[in-house]
């Protein structure tokens, strides 16, 4: 169809808008690029001091105290992130990703770095697919969210359930499903980040806040995902 003077005109501001959400999207991921190279930097520090490394896995109390905060910091930051400042967000998240790479060090000691390397490079492209398709698709993905956030609660029913039966044809299923949940929630989150700039975030703060709210629903989705695939993987 052929575009008017009319359209012209309107272009510039039109074009403005993409640019300050392309700008919000990209902030979203920095903080979750941030987040994830905290998490990897403690995972290292914890697991190369052998001090640390033994007093958190040979205390099941420190283990299941940094569990519990894990689980608060999501909640607050998720259920409170409009009662507190920018400011706070941002550290709360950053201390989630502190605490997170502390619990996922144990993971150097179980898988070798070829399949930790590996696993994280298959995470990266396929969690990269999906958030592209999420944001650049016009198809609305929430009954793919809702669908999967329903997978998403039988699965820790069934992790649950196989802690006590330790069946292992059960834990691959489980696995392989928890892959494919996370592949849908990413591309459902992905999109869900895109309309929360549409409903318009105003002010630096709101941005900011609206950014780090973002930024742990695909840091979730990203560990998530890469502990699903390792899951699958052999260990040592």
């Known amino acids: 169809m052929y575009r008017g003077a009319s359209d012209t005109i309107a272009s510039p501001g039109y074009n403005a808008d993409v640019l300050l959400q392309r700008s919000?999207?990209?902030?979203?991921?920095?903080?979750?690029?941030?987040?994830?190279?905290?998490?990897?930097?403690?995972?290292?520090?914890?697991?190369?001091?052998?001090?640390?490394?033994?007093?958190?896995?040979?205390n099941p109390g420190i283990v299941l105290f940094i569990c519990l905060a894990n689980f608060g910091l999501v909640w607050a930051i998720s259920g409170w992130i409009n009662r507190m400042s920018a400011m706070t967000a941002t550290l709360l998240f950053m201390l989630y990703s502190a605490l997170t790479g502390v619990m996922l060090s144990?993971?150097?000691m179980v898988y070798s770095h070829t399949a930790l390397m590996s696993t994280f490079l298959i995470t990266a492209g396929t969690f990269a697919t999906m958030?592209?398709?999420?944001?650049?698709?016009?198809?609305?993905?929430?009954?793919?969210?809702?669908m999967a956030l329903m997978a998403l609660i039988g699965l820790i029913i069934a992790m649950v359930v196989n802690i006590f039966m330790q069946n292992a044809l059960l834990a691959q299923v489980v696995n392989y499903i928890g892959v494919l949940v996370f592949v849908a929630l990413t591309a459902y989150d992905s999109q869900k980040i895109?309309?929360?700039y549409m409903a318009g975030p105003s002010g630096s703060g709101m941005q900011q806040k609206a950014a780090i709210s973002g930024a742990l629903r695909l840091y979730l989705d990203f560990i998530n995902l890469f502990l699903f695939i390792l899951a699958t993987r052999r260990r040592r």
Request: aromatic residues 8%; positive net charge.
């Open 194 to 196: 895109k309309y929360m």
């Open 131 to 146: 958030a592209v398709i999420g944001t650049v698709t016009k198809k609305d993905l929430s009954s793919i969210g809702h």
């Open 106 to 108: 144990s993971l150097l």
């Open 24 to 58: 919000f999207l990209a902030r979203v991921y920095v903080w979750m690029t941030i987040g994830l190279g905290i998490s990897a930097i403690m995972a290292l520090l914890v697991n190369d001091d052998t001090a640390v490394r033994k007093a958190l896995f040979v």
